[in-house]
């Protein structure tokens, strides 16, 4: 985030004398003045979410610039609301989360941080384009925007080139022109004791290898199966078929916010409106309900929606405790093989 800005003040520092107000920024409808303003609004606006907790709705001001500050002046205030939005993230615990619109209402500090940073990329690019001059950031800080709050975009070429194509600002080869887009924060269901982390390509990467994906785990690292899941998360990412709430979730307890297992889908919905979802907890969370409590929310979560009709799991023969958390849940077993049961919820009325 504070690489961004300093790259943002650095570069449009060199053409401070130039005309900000009677030049367009790039596809924008506003000047690149109203652009500079536009960046810093942002920054403190999300600063304002995260400190102060904002449930439901924007924190209700925005900032002007004094008359007659010059563009340099707008320059010390991005760099300024910059400094108070990189504070914000570092003081904010990580299970804080704050009202956004796109697409759940909300997100928590590693959100907002790919947000600010998107803002100010994108917008530097805007000015840059209306003002002449080239521009291209640190390839870091787009693979770090795509991989939090692009989890449906598939990689390109390069991360700054897809970044820009993802937001209708530039084309890819064999894809065609984007007109409409929102970034995604990660989806979060809660419980009586939990939270259900949506997992973004970022924490997937990171746990699909040796990392912790961010969380603080129960036994100090997650399961096997999760490391797996994780894997496949971010494999489908890659192949750009990744859906962010028919993905994985972190499991993460709330009265400690130690992370004690996931649960997720295998995809997203077939054609007749059935999802597989499958799940794992470390051996100490085991036997407490853990699992069926997540289990109950995120197979009403998949129900709710339009397109399921069924939620399937299938479960080894031998594994009594998966047995006993379906049937708690609700789940009836409908087939079995020498391998595997095969078990379905559905949809009221079904």
Not at 20 to 44: N, P, Y
Request: net charge negative; aromatic share 8%; proline share 6%.
């Amino acid at each position: 985030m504070e690489q961004a800005v300093a790259e943002c003040v650095g570069l449009l520092g060199a053409v401070t004398d130039r005309d900000w107000e009677g030049v367009r920024a790039g596809r924008l409808e506003w000047s690149c003045r109203e652009t500079a303003v536009h960046i810093a609004d942002d920054l403190i606006g999300y600063a304002g979410q995260l400190a102060g907790r904002e449930p439901e709705g924007y924190t209700p001001f925005e900032i002007s610039l004094e008359e007659g500050t010059d563009n340099a002046g707008a320059l010390r205030v991005i760099h300024t609301m910059g400094a108070l939005f990189a504070a914000a993230i570092r003081t904010t615990p990580r299970d804080v989360r704050a009202f956004h619109p796109y697409p759940f209402r909300s997100a928590n500090r590693e959100g907002f941080a790919a947000m600010g940073t998107a803002e100010v990329l994108l917008h530097t690019h805007d000015m840059a384009e209306g003002l002449g001059v080239s521009y291209e950031p640190d390839p870091e800080l787009c693979d770090f925007v795509l991989t939090r709050i692009f989890p449906h975009v598939q990689p390109g070429p390069t991360p700054w080139q897809t970044l820009l194509w993802a937001t209708g600002r530039g084309d890819l080869p064999g894809r065609d022109p984007v007109t409409e887009w929102r970034w995604s924060n990660n989806l979060v269901l809660p419980t009586d004791r939990l939270t259900l982390q949506g997992v973004t390509p970022a924490a997937a990467a990171d746990l699909g290898a040796v990392g912790d994906g961010g969380f603080e785990w129960l036994e100090g690292d997650p399961a096997e199966g999760t490391r797996v899941g994780a894997g496949l998360v971010f494999k489908q990412y890659e192949d750009g078929v990744h859906r962010p709430e028919w993905g994985m979730y972190v499991l993460v307890r709330r009265e400690d916010g130690r992370a004690l297992g996931a649960m997720g889908f295998h995809g997203v919905p077939d054609g007749s409106g059935r999802v597989e979802i499958g799940y794992d907890l470390v051996e100490a969370a085991r036997g407490h309900g853990y699992a069926t409590e997540a289990l109950r929310a995120l197979s009403a979560y998949a129900l709710s929606r339009d397109e399921v009709r069924t939620v399937v799991a299938n479960v080894e023969r031998d594994n009594t405790p998966s047995h006993n958390v379906l049937a708690r849940a609700g789940f009836k077993a409908v087939a079995e093989d020498a391998e595997q049961v095969a078990y379905e919820l559905r949809e009221p009325g079904d």
